[in-house]
């Protein structure tokens, strides 16, 4: 088992800065790989940022030179870097850790871009 807590969110101009953070806790973190997910209002989760346990990383298009994932495993933490938001970057963000079949979930931190 794997319990997720998520931070960092909350409200931003356009054009601003974000650092949520995602604290792991209850098995061996460095062998998950970590995801980060948004769900905006009406709309499905998708995919914003994934991390190897071996550090490889991958973007959704929509975020490619903005947003960064990174993980420390001697914190049990990944994180997600978010610069230059948009107002379409407004979402719940949602914390993954997966090593199949496994996959876990946190509660999710909103995120609102808005002048």
């Known amino acids: 088992q794997v319990q997720l807590v998520e931070s960092g969110g909350g409200l931003v101009q356009p054009g601003g800065s974000l650092r949520l953070s995602c604290a792991a806790s209850?098995?061996?973190?460095?062998?998950?790989?970590m995801g980060w997910y948004r769900q905006a209002p009406g709309k499905q989760r998708e995919l914003v940022a994934s991390?190897?346990?071996?550090?490889?990383?991958n973007y959704a298009d929509s975020v490619k030179g903005r947003f960064t994932i990174s993980r420390d495993n001697a914190k049990n933490t990944v994180y997600l870097q978010m610069n230059s938001l948009k107002p379409e970057d407004t979402a719940v963000y949602f914390c993954?850790?997966?090593?199949?079949?496994?996959?876990?979930w946190g509660q999710g931190t909103q995120v609102t871009v808005s002048s």
């Open positions: 993954n850790a997966a090593s199949p079949p496994s996959s876990y």
């Open positions: 209850g098995s061996i973190f460095s062998i998950y790989a």
């Open positions: 991390i190897t346990s071996g550090g490889s990383t």
